[in-house]
């Protein structure tokens, strides 16, 4: 087989699946069974796919056929989009391990199942589309099967509410870089995201400014950087949650990688360099909102909610930086914080699912009765903190050198602070949840067990992921090493 | 000197920690036995490593891209630090079989302990800053976690979160410095950043913003005012732990790295009067609390953050070797006495000292090994802590920095004071209801102490070698030997010093002997008992930020729902509106209709016109 299939295969088997899926409605075992077998499969054929491209560079799916009926369907991964869709397919089969054991699939439905898998086709097809209508055709995609999940299998008082607000302040994101893609079509009729860089370089400055500034704020809504981040509260919190796990550890990718990819593959440097310091300060205040509200919550799932606002803070002071530190830093945190947040989520829905508990006031002390979730959950807290030997730490440190980089010490100094207050939110929700006397408002506590082994099989995975990120991050830099000289920038 | 056992001395201990779960799962009764296997292993290789000290080597790989190398490269003054950590590491795990006997959760604890062991080497000896910052936070997490080990003890688990919270609060300033640091020379490795600075290629600002950064950190660490408040509620971890890790080494990690970055720091302008100022008031501060405190392992914790002051205010004045020396000192003889209170609560199960009394008549060898640690402690001659904190004295006296010396000597009146009375309140007299049964601890338990005892007498004669190993550091350019140490120490005014301290330390012993601890202390007491009222502040400053953080993060929730409700009301009434016209009322849509044309027409009309 030709490499050069391989990123059609990682688009296609989720998709085909997802489609077998939402067919097969009388049958949610099989769709089970299909579910986890598809994601696996992307999951290897993506890391194949990474293995191909940080052999040679580029690799590109041309489909000449498909131009016979008057569009084109191209794909390109390079080495950031191959970060980014291993990223995407592994947490994605991991979570979908997770799934089984957190839910029946005759509770689920099948359609749970190729919703999911839609989801999935979306994002992976999005991070490799070669031309800007086919990205925001992908983009737009993605968010139909998640206001779905959200708004069907959502809990929460209202979800039909808390998918329309999903729904609407995401997709005013979504017209924004709707409007900057029409603008570029128009004046230069050219759809190449891999070409238009020496395209748009001969445009007036004014006019890439406005450009660059549209596809930054769409990206940020997704990011949910303050003040744009209203929609992800009740969205993480209420969605089931193995969704909550796709949307907060796997979606959010999404935004980092459209801005960092937009940002500096289109535009020239000067551009994207006037950004500086609006992101900067956006990316501290959604830092210490996003750390503020988690410490105030007292809902476990809203902790761990408003704690994506606040990394994705960290996440974007990488990127503000505009420099190759701290982007360097902003695509590591993509991985490490998509597993330490899969992981605080996986290990509060295990608390979830053996107590029915749901605040952190209700239980307490399960350290005894749930020993491996005790773990997995102050791994994955700790990892938030940024403390090493986790994995989060090796791209914190980065970012931090990214904002110190910048002229804005004091801006870099208060990001900094913000760890702490992470550290104080992460640890409060283990020490609530985990240790002091037992308790469990809700029921018996004799009846408390640990997780199901298939939950305890993903997040003890994700720790040792964590983990071994931590310690020897070595070929994790050489792979971003290679993403960021694919920009030629820097 | 082959640059292996460098790595050996760090992957050996964590290997072992992470190999524990598995013997944990297999045999779990060979978990302290595997544990102390690997910590004699550790202390082996980190006194090997010691006495190839002076040769050079270099262990380094990959690690982070082209942005770093992994490096460890030990020199004489990380040696000895890792030579104490490594040895005493092994002494705790021995004593923590018996000790930690049919406690509830032993793999945990003996992995965090290797885990820390391997860590606390791994940060003195290696020469890359961010290495070393790796190995600083890995050993806060340990110190974390095993504060926290009681997991039913509510206290313990606030007491971890505290510990974590507010030496992070000081992780803050060394992580700030480092990256400035990183930013501004190009490299983590402390040698080239000290070349470059030497050269001028780092400009000042950066260098005072990185050196009180370093100094932030270094107060959160060793636990010096006012981030001292976390030491004393660590003091939930078990004794054994408390021994190693907040007493004899990862609290002495902050004083290391201000004596390692001292010929960074110390042109900078106020950087070494801060450093003084912050260690004389800690250590003046904290000996009041010590003073005033009626538990026992409480009054051992403030006791240590006195002398990590005495360490601080050493390195402030520039007598980095007697700082370095009175760290070696310190390490001994206050893991000695916190082994023997440990030995002494494990019997008696409490912790308060007016509940004991007479154990010297019950546990005898623990009662002189105690006796020996709080000679050494307050600084009677022979024993390694007098000729140590002579030379602070000394040092003090040199730099002619005498306000800061006054308290540091007031402080060694007061050390004099509550460590005697500690004493004499658990172990002299007639024996104390609890202390009725209590035994002399088991042989596992009392060799450790033992060994110790000897250490805390005779560990100021290696100052001939200990002194040589580290001026090859290119730090400490002193070297003194045994018998130059004795002579210069009774030929100098700092002798009258000390001789005066524990004179008046003395008589306050003598005076304040009848006085019972649960007796009402006076106000000032109090106050000291409260310890000063730091806690209380810290509290109402946290509820205060958090209250109004809170107002600030509601008022902008209520604003954007209001506009979102808004939003939806205006388009939802709109829609009403709308409605009303598409009931099927066809007078009233032919109306419309009409309307509507004859305006058309009305503008066409016009614009011909």
């Known amino acids: 087989m030709s490499v050069s299939m391989l990123p059609l295969l990682v688009f296609l088997i989720p998709l085909l699946a997802s489609i077998v899926c939402l067919l097969i409605k009388e049958r949610p075992r099989l769709a089970q069974e299909i579910t986890l077998a598809a994601c696996l499969a992307t999951a290897a054929f993506s890391l194949t796919l990474a293995a191909a491209v940080l052999r040679s560079g580029t690799v590109a799916t041309e489909l000449a056929w498909i131009k016979t009926f008057g569009f084109e369907f191209n794909l390109i991964v390079d080495a950031l989009g191959a970060f980014t869709v291993v990223t995407i397919t592994v947490l994605m089969a991991i979570d979908m391990i997770y799934t ?264 307490g002390g399960l350290a005894r009765k749930m020993p491996w979730t005790a773990l997995c959950c102050s791994v994955a807290a700790l990892a938030l903190a940024g403390a090493p030997p986790l994995g989060a730490f090796q791209s914190e440190w980065i970012i931090f050198a990214g904002g110190f980089s910048t002229p804005y010490t004091v801006l870099a100094v208060i990001a900094v602070c913000a760890s702490v207050l992470t550290a104080f939110y992460v640890l409060r929700l283990v020490a609530k949840i985990f240790f002091g006397p037992e308790f469990s408002e809700s029921g018996n506590m004799s009846e408390v067990r640990e997780a199901p082994s298939s939950m305890l099989a993903s997040m003890l995975a994700l720790s040792l992921l964590s983990l071994a990120v931590g310690i020897y991050p070595h070929y994790f830099h050489r792979w971003i090493e290679a993403a960021l000289n694919s920009f030629g920038l820097f | 000197m082959n640059a292996s056992i460098y790595l050996a001395q760090v992957a050996v201990p964590i290997g072992g920690a992470a190999l524990t779960p598995l013997v944990g799962v297999l045999k779990p009764r060979l978990r302290p036995a595997f544990a102390i296997t690997i910590g004699a292993a550790t202390a082996c290789l980190t006194v090997l490593a010691l006495l190839g000290a002076g040769a050079p080597g270099r262990f380094v790989i990959p690690w982070q891209g082209a942005l770093n190398h992994f490096s460890l490269a030990p020199d004489g003054l990380s040696a000895y630090i890792a030579a104490v950590a490594g040895v005493l590491g092994a002494l705790i795990l021995l004593y923590s079989y018996k000790y930690m006997e049919g406690e509830e959760g032993l793999t945990r604890y003996y992995s965090l302990v290797l885990l820390f062991i391997g860590a606390m080497i791994g940060l003195v000896t290696t020469d890359n800053l961010l290495v070393m910052y790796f190995f600083w936070e890995t050993v806060g997490l340990c110190s974390y976690a095993l504060i926290g080990f009681e997991l039913h003890n509510p206290a313990a688990a606030r007491a971890g979160l505290k510990a974590f919270v507010t030496t992070k609060f000081g992780d803050v300033g060394l992580l700030t410095g ?351 008992g409260r310890g000063f009222g730091f806690d209380a502040f810290y509290l109402g400053l946290l509820n205060g930020a958090y209250a109004a953080a809170s107002w600030i993060v509601t008022a902008y929730d209520r604003l954007t729902d209001w506009i979102g409700r808004t939003i939806i009301t205006l388009s939802v009434s709109f829609g009403r509106l709308l409605r009303a016209q598409n009931v099927g009322d066809l007078n009233g849509n032919l109306l419309w209709l009409v309307t509507g044309v004859v305006i058309v027409i009305a503008i066409v009309w016009a614009k011909r016109g």
Request: aromatic residues 10%; contains cysteine.
């Open chain 2, 178 to 528: 480092i990256m400035v640091l990183y930013v501004s020379a190009g490299t983590f490795n402390v040698f080239e950043i000290m070349e470059k600075a030497a050269a001028g290629e780092i400009p000042g600002a950066t260098l005072a913003l990185a050196g009180f950064g370093f100094l932030m950190g270094a107060v959160g660490k060793s636990a010096q005012v006012p981030l001292h408040v976390w030491l004393p509620d660590a003091m939930e971890a078990p004794t054994s732990v408390s021994a190693l890790i907040h007493a004899a080494t990862m609290v002495n990690a902050g004083v290391y790295l201000m004596a390692r970055t001292y010929p960074l720091f110390s042109p900078v302008a106020g950087w070494s009067d801060a450093v003084t100022w912050v260690g004389a008031v800690t250590a003046f501060l904290a000996a009041c609390m010590a003073l005033y405190a009626r538990d026992l392992k409480r009054m051992l914790a403030y006791s240590t953050v006195s002398q990590l002051g005495y360490m601080m205010f050493g390195i402030g004045v520039g007598g980095l070797l007697a700082s370095q020396f009175h760290l070696l000192s310190h390490a001994i003889f206050k893991a000695l006495l916190f082994l023997c209170a440990g030995a002494v609560i494990h019997e008696v199960h409490t912790r308060d000292m007016a509940e004991m009394g007479g154990l010297g008549r019950r546990m005898p060898v623990t009662g002189r090994c105690y006796l020996v640690g709080v000679l050494a402690l307050a600084g009677v001659p022979i024993f390694n802590g007098f000729w140590s904190k002579d030379m602070l004295f000394a040092s003090a006296l040199h730099a002619g920095k005498l306000v800061p010396l006054a308290l540091a000597v007031v402080t060694a009146v007061l050390t004099v004071t509550y460590s005697v009375r500690s004493y004499i309140k658990v172990f002299a007299g007639e024996p104390a209801p609890a202390a009725a049964q209590a035994e002399e601890p088991h042989p596992s338990m009392l060799f450790p102490l033992v060994l110790l005892a000897a250490g805390a007498l005779t560990s100021w004669l290696i100052i001939g070698n200990y002194s040589a190993d580290l001026s090859r550091s290119g730090i400490i350019h002193e070297v003194i030997g045994v018998s130059a140490l004795v002579a210069e120490t009774l030929h100098s005014t700092a002798f009258l010093l000390s001789l005066a301290a524990l004179l008046l330390g003395g008589i306050m012993v003598a005076a304040t002997r009848k006085a019972s601890l649960a007796a009402r202390p006076s106000a000032f007491g109090a106050w000291a």
């Open chain 1, 100 to 363: 089984r054991g957190y839910m029946a699939p005759e509770e689920a439905g099948s359609r749970f199942y190729g919703w999911t898998l839609m989801f999935t086709a979306a994002m992976v097809g999005a991070v490799m589309a070669a031309d800007l209508v086919q990205f925001y055709f992908l983009w737009e995609l993605m968010l139909i099967p998640s206001t779905i999940l959200i708004v069907y299998w959502g809990g929460g008082p209202r979800p039909q509410a808390t998918g329309f607000k999903y729904f609407v302040v995401t997709h005013v994101g979504a017209a924004l870089i709707l409007a900057a893609i029409l603008w570029i079509l128009s004046v230069t009729g050219e759809s190449g995201i891999y070409t238009l860089q020496s395209v748009l370089a001969a445009l007036p400055r004014p006019t890439l400014m406005v450009l660059a500034s549209l596809f930054t704020v769409g990206f940020a809504v997704k990011m949910a950087i303050f003040p744009a981040h209203v929609w992800l509260p009740d969205a993480h919190s209420e969605a089931p949650l193995p969704v909550s796990v796709m949307l907060s550890a796997i979606m959010m990718n999404m935004g980092i990688y459209g801005m960092v990819r937009f940002l500096f593959t289109l535009f020239p440097p000067e551009v994207s360099s006037a950004l500086l310091l609006p992101l900067l300060i956006f990316a501290v205040v959604s830092q210490w909102y996003g750390g503020l509200q988690a410490l105030r919550s007292t809902e476990m799932k809203r902790v761990a909610a408003y704690s994506t606002i606040s990394q994705m803070g960290y996440v974007l002071v990488g990127i503000a930086s505009m420099s190759a530190l701290g982007l360097k830093g902003s695509i590591f945190h993509m991985l490490n914080h998509g597993t330490a947040k899969a992981l605080l989520f996986m290990s509060i829905g295990a608390v979830i699912h053996s107590t029915g508990a749901t605040h952190l006031d209700k239980v």
